[in-house]
Nanobody
Framework: QVQLVESGGGLVQPGGSLRLSCAAS????????MSWYRQVPGKERELVAV????????IYLDSVKGRFTISRDNAKNTVYLQMNSLTPDDTAVYYC???????WGKGTLVTVSS
């Protein structure tokens, strides 16, 4: 079955960096686009970044452009989200998503606070 397992969240100070990872299994990872979402309690889940299957094309939420980078290693069936210059507004649970099949990981919490 399809599994998406996120890791790499945690507590970081404003201005810091984190790299999230999403290990995928149960489908042909290299053939499919992958995305990251985030959700703050009480708010709707929002799309943060999308990568095409080969990683050659990406889309970002306006507020993270220039700070976040989505990448993937198709040999490792893993998609990453490098997050730099983090602010408290980036605090959320971050979810890995398979857009075409609608699968979700369980999420990893990112807290940006001093």
């Amino acid at each position: 079955q399809v599994q998406l397992v996120e890791s790499g969240g945690g507590l970081v100070q404003p201005g810091g960096s984190l790299r999230l990872s999403c290990a995928a299994s149960g489908f042909t990872f290299s053939s499919d686009a992958m995305s990251w979402y985030r959700q703050v309690p009480g708010k709707e889940r929002e799309l943060v970044a999308v990568s095409t299957s080969g990683g050659g094309s990406t889309i970002y939420l306006d507020s993270v452009k220039g700070r976040f980078t989505i990448s993937r290693d198709n040999a490792k069936n893993t998609v990453y989200l490098q997050m730099n210059s983090l602010t408290p507004d980036d605090t959320a649970v971050y979810y890995c998503n398979h857009p075409r099949m609608g699968y979700w990981g369980k999420g990893t919490l990112v807290t940006v606070s001093s």
